[in-house]
């Protein structure tokens, strides 16, 4: 399955087409006031003489993310009285802006779509966590955002267009149940919050009763066969011993003669052939009712504590629920340069994002070892970083010198990208 935060950013990126005028009139006074540092000062002044808290600076968005579009449009809001007052105050501002400065209608249309987008803005962060599990929530947020889309092309006006649009690209991607992955309703089967309470209604409504019941039987079909595949370790090395200690106990049985073993023997034997069956731990979990829904509910915590209770499904929901929904934690990891090489300072050299992007590093550096103040070996400076890690070992000494060791690399960049 692709990533659900990307597919969600190609939902409402769609959405935001139909309201495309007013959001580039907004974009163009934040990027107008933010164009220079006598602008920026003036429009304070301004807020503060109109009494209005300073809680968030003006930030000009990414267009190809629409999260940001979202922070750049509430922070405007914040400002609404500000800008109105710019253009009565300020001849220089609609001069400058012309048909670009928002009206009334603007500023209802983008505080209209703040409201709507706020929903989607906190799925983002919700799903795009890496300090939590994730997976158990795929289907859910799923199935919250088909009931949102529902609701926007219910309402009428331009919101039902732009949920029409929006939900016609959601079903390119989440409209075929037979192209979804299983794993997806393991994992939300494997919430002991959820299990199977939720998930046939939640299948029959987004998919239809023609289509949902058979695949709901084949999520059940399939997660006993997964089950299955991780008991076939575990049954044999149990078959094994169960084989050794039954002639023990048979020897035992004539030995010491207790007949009622034998009447035992006889009614287990006529119920495996009359077809009942032993419940499995996959059964007895499904049988039992659901957890409570707590804010501090800890799912890794739960299965390791009923790990002695179920053995078996514990090893599988560990392997499931490591699954990540989201490629957006690996990847911002590695999308550090393009923060600091912005659209505002693409004319830095490639030397000097280099000492910036060390300087980033040698901030953390400084947060991790706070501060201590040890003597640093200067022969450290020539070594790779990544040695100078490893040969000291991961300690409180190797992070001092690592953070030495950044601090002398910066100096000399800066020194040669000022003085080449």
Not at 15 to 37: A, Q, T, W
Not at 108 to 124: A, H, I, P, Q
Not at 385 to 393: D, I, S, T
Not at 407 to 418: G, N, P, T
């Amino acid at each position: 399955m692709r990533c659900i935060v990307h597919i969600l950013n190609l939902v409402v990126q769609v959405g935001l087409k139909e309201c495309d005028s007013s959001v580039k009139k907004v974009r163009e006074v934040v990027r107008y006031v933010r164009n220079s540092p006598a602008r920026l000062k003036k429009f304070r002044d301004l807020a503060d003489l109109l009494g209005i808290e300073q809680r968030s600076s003006l930030c000009l968005d990414v267009p190809t993310r629409w999260n940001s579009t979202y922070l750049m449009l509430q922070s405007a809001l914040t400002y609404q009285k500000v800008f109105e007052s710019c253009e009565e105050s300020d001849s220089s501002f609609k001069s400058d802006l012309g048909d670009s400065v928002p009206n009334f209608m603007d500023w209802e249309s983008v505080s209209s779509l703040v409201e709507l987008l706020k929903c989607f803005y906190d799925m983002t962060i919700r799903i795009s966590g890496s300090l939590y599990v994730t997976a158990n929530t795929f289907f859910s947020e799923i199935s919250d955002l088909y009931c949102i889309l529902n609701g926007m092309v219910e309402a009428g006006g331009a919101v039902s267009l732009m949920g029409r649009n929006m939900k016609a690209k959601f079903e390119k991607y989440w409209g075929d149940i037979d192209k979804m992955n299983l794993m997806i309703f393991f994992a939300n089967i494997l919430d002991p919050r959820d299990k199977l309470e939720y998930m046939p209604t939640q299948i029959n409504h987004m998919y239809g009763e023609e289509k949902g019941k058979p695949y709901y039987d084949k999520v059940l079909a399939g997660l006993n066969e997964l089950f299955d595949d991780y008991s076939i370790p575990a049954t044999s090395s149990v078959s094994a011993a169960v084989g050794s200690a039954s002639s023990v106990s048979s020897v035992s049985s004539v030995s010491v003669g207790r007949p009622q073993h034998l009447l035992k023997s006889q009614i287990k034997k006529q119920r495996l052939e009359s077809g009942s069956k032993k419940k499995t731990e996959l059964d007895i979990y499904l049988s039992e009712a659901i957890v409570e829904e707590e804010n501090s509910f800890d799912i890794l915590r739960w299965w390791k504590i009923n790990a002695e209770r179920f053995p078996i499904l514990s090893k599988l929901a560990r392997d499931v629920l490591a699954i990540p929904i989201s490629t957006v934690a690996s990847e911002s990891t590695f999308s550090t340069s393009g923060r600091v090489l912005d659209p505002f300072r693409s004319s830095l050299t490639p030397n000097i994002v280099e000492a910036l992007l060390i300087i980033y590093i040698s901030y953390f550096a400084e947060l991790v070892d706070g501060g201590s103040g040890r003597n640093f070996d200067p022969t450290l400076a020539t070594i790779p970083l990544p040695v100078v890690y490893v040969a000291n070992g991961n300690d409180e000494a190797s992070t001092y010198n690592l953070k030495r060791r950044i601090k002398l690399a910066c100096c000399s960049i800066f020194i040669e990208a000022i003085c080449p």
